[in-house]
């Protein structure tokens, strides 16, 4: 259970009539306090490219999956753990880059939200992201969670949320 002091209800609605709760706490600004805590992860065992997963999953659930903490990645149950790469919802958006003049760090976003990790967690593999050939900007999950950046055209399994 989670408690929040003068606590307001918002609902966030995305394509397809698909709401969430937000249970926001109101002070000198608004933070959030939580996110659908209810969210289910579902793997999809079948390959697409990352837009077409990401179709996918906003037709039959909410979106691609999105992760804020390790919790939330041991919450997904897939078969073949041991060699399988899939897709997740963070991708980079390198019209950041131009304020920067280089690739920004802050520039992954989730899919749901279009924003960067409200919590600030991220699980990079060693060298991630790298960027490579500045065309590297989708992001996938090792059978361990980690992530990693590569080309939005492979196609791969892929892993949705709701709730």
Not at 18 to 29: N, P, S
Not at 41 to 48: A, F, L, R, S
Not at 96 to 116: C, H, K, P, Q, Y
């Amino acid at each position: 259970l989670v408690f929040c002091s003068t606590i307001t209800s918002l609902f966030k609605c995305f394509p397809q009539g698909k709401c969430h709760l937000f249970l926001q706490k109101l002070g000198f600004g608004i933070t959030s306090c939580l996110e659908s805590f209810h969210r289910k992860y579902h793997y999809v065992n079948q390959k697409m490219t990352w837009t077409d997963a990401q179709s996918y999953c906003r037709e039959k659930y909410n979106d691609l999956a999105t992760f804020e903490s390790m919790e939330d990645i041991e919450k997904l149950s897939r078969p073949n753990m041991d060699n399988d790469m899939i897709w997740m919802g963070l991708y980079d958006d390198p019209n950041s880059w131009i304020v920067n003049l280089g690739n920004d760090t802050n520039s992954w976003r989730w899919s749901a939200t279009e924003t960067t990790s409200r919590t600030g967690y991220d699980n990079w593999s060693a060298g991630q992201p790298n960027y490579d050939q500045g065309k590297d900007l989708c992001v996938r999950m090792l059978s361990g969670g980690s992530w990693t950046d590569t080309f939005c055209t492979e196609e791969r399994y892929f892993a949705c949320y709701e709730g």
